[in-house]
């Protein structure tokens, strides 16, 4: 009887790595290199305009600036990736942040109520929107487009036709203004290195009990020690002195909305990577036919993609009512909704559904803040940065559509 020798799958050299991760750019799988090339490319060119651009008060603020488009983008990215759009976004922020104002400031209830029922206001939100969309079968433009003029007049209802409302809770407000401890930061930033870097073990011994290819040790260590670098000077520069005068008002430590984003960030990233409802909505959004024959219940997971919309922009309503200290009828208005689609965009987000990853959000986000805060320390107006960040956009969007047709050229 003849021994049958099983070979143990080795891992694939470097070069061939680097190899398949070329030929994934040039089959159109762009992935966020461009939007990350963007951030260091803007970024290095702002340093060396405004040396003060890298300071730890500017660093600091630049989360402040985007936290609440980020947020709004992250919800985004559930309808985006079934290849729709919601328009309202934006106002349902600021009608879910004009109840909250009413029930803290002129109802007095406490702000765990306030907050819930914010939240709830915008779960009602994209449960009609979705339940139109997917039952009635109107398209999802037409719907939040009606509900994005709709919302407009409840948030001045809301607020008695143009009232600004002021919010006095401490721990509302401490959301967008306060800071943790630096030693939280530093624990914080060890769980996330820890768990990147047990997420890729295990991700590299699921692959070799399978039999498939997978990376050498060194590339994996290389890939967490990037992380554990990148992420260690921002946690470094955050615990860092912001305040002019620190005998009378120390500001030291990571922003509590930060932490905020890292946790949202975490939850949704685990539920579109490792769950059956974030492979249905790939799915739905690259094939809905195919993912309704495949018994998908492909109405339920749009209308479940639209509520989680709605709720992420009530938490985006929510820390801008905390960073401005206010609601009034333009809290989610302006550039808001279309800053928070083309931060998703910018991210690496497709618009024609199927592609995306909800980092695309974080790092889109980060862009346009880079933009508004740098251009805005160089002295240019509002209209040029405007324009800058429509380029930008238009740039975004037509990768993603030259990449989408050389996907399909290569099958």
């Known amino acids: 009887m003849s021994a049958v020798l099983i070979e143990k799958p080795t891992a694939a050299p470097v070069s061939e790595l680097v190899g398949t991760y070329v030929g994934r750019l040039r089959s159109g799988n762009m992935g966020a290199l461009p939007s990350v090339l963007a951030l260091i490319l803007l970024s290095v060119v702002f340093w060396i305009a405004r040396p003060v651009f890298i300071s730890e008060a500017n660093f600091a603020n630049l989360f402040t600036q985007g936290a609440a488009i980020a947020v709004i983008a ?206 249905h909505i790939y799915a739905v959004g690259g094939n809905q036919e195919a993912a309704r024959r495949a018994g998908i219940a492909v109405d339920r997971v749009k209308i479940t993609a639209f509520v989680l919309c709605s709720t992420m922009a009530a938490v985006g309503g929510l820390i801008a009512a905390s960073r401005a200290n206010s609601v009034d009828p333009n809290t989610g208005g302006s550039d808001v909704l279309l800053t928070a689609v083309g931060a998703a965009v910018i991210g690496g987000t497709s618009l024609f559904g199927g592609r995306g990853r909800m980092l695309d959000a974080i790092l889109g986000a980060a862009v346009v803040a880079v933009i508004n805060n740098g251009m805005g320390l160089m002295g240019y107006s509002a209209g040029t940065k405007f324009v800058v960040t429509g380029f930008v956009l238009l740039l975004a969007a037509g990768v993603d559509a030259l990449s989408r047709k050389r996907t399909q050229r290569r099958g």
């Open 74 to 279: 992250m919800g985004l990215i559930f309808v985006l990736l079934l290849g729709e759009i919601d328009l309202s976004a934006g106002f349902t922020s600021g009608v879910c942040a004009a109840v909250l104002a009413v029930l803290l400031t002129d109802r007095g209830w406490p702000w765990y109520t306030a907050v819930l029922a914010s939240l709830l206001t915008g779960v009602v939100i994209g449960l009609a929107i979705g339940t139109i969309v997917v039952k009635v079968g109107v398209p999802s433009f037409v719907v939040t487009l009606a509900a994005f003029l709709a919302l407009q007049g409840v948030a001045l209802k809301i607020m008695d036709n143009g009232r600004n409302i002021s919010i006095h809770d401490d721990t509302v407000l401490a959301i967008a203004n306060k800071n943790v401890p630096p030693a939280v930061g530093w624990v914080l930033y060890g769980v996330l290195v820890a768990g990147y870097a047990l997420m890729q073990y295990r991700k590299l011994r699921a692959r070799t009990a399978l039999g498939l290819t997978g990376d050498r040790a060194p590339v994996i260590a290389v890939r967490v020690v990037s992380v554990a670098v990148v992420l260690g000077l921002a946690v470094l520069v955050l615990n860092g002195e912001r305040s002019r005068n620190p005998e009378l008002n120390s500001l030291r430590g990571m922003p509590i909305v930060v932490v905020l984003i890292v946790v949202l960030l975490l939850l949704w990233t685990f539920l579109l990577d490792r769950t059956s409802f974030g492979r």
